[in-house]
């Protein structure tokens, strides 16, 4: 009589396989959903530092600002959403933009803490 079964080591063997090819996948879609997280935070604060500059154009060149906070672009419409979120922690954004001034071009950056 002919046995048609698996022995426990193809099981097992199975087993091993299946796991690490999960393992392996795990571990790389976290690391694509942490490097797109980065993407965004990035593009967000490209986003915010346009917003500054649009800002700066309109209203604040005449003055000698160097510093936007986003309280400032939220309030005058600069930013349409109440509130702006990183992107990786989920918290608000309550930073400022710095303008700076070198080589005959404007530079803006966002930094984490608000203007002084």
Do not use: R
């Not at 022995?7 to 571990?27: G, M, R």
């Not at 935070?41 to 003055?63: F, H, R, V």
């Amino acid at each position: 009589m002919k046995n048609k079964g698996f022995t426990l080591v193809e099981l097992l063997a199975v087993i091993v396989i299946l796991s690490l090819l999960a393992i392996i996948t795990t571990v790389s879609i976290g690391n694509i959903m942490s490097s797109s997280k980065n993407s965004l935070s990035d593009e967000q604060k490209k986003n915010l530092e346009e917003s500054a500059k649009i800002y700066y154009i309109k209203e604040g060149m005449s003055s000698n600002v160097n510093c936007i906070d986003l309280s400032d672009l939220i309030s005058k419409g600069y930013i349409e959403s109440s509130e702006v979120l990183d992107p990786k922690t989920k918290k608000p954004m309550t930073g400022s933009i710095k303008i700076t001034f070198e080589a005959n071009q404007y530079t803006y950056e966002y930094q984490s803490k608000t203007c002084e």
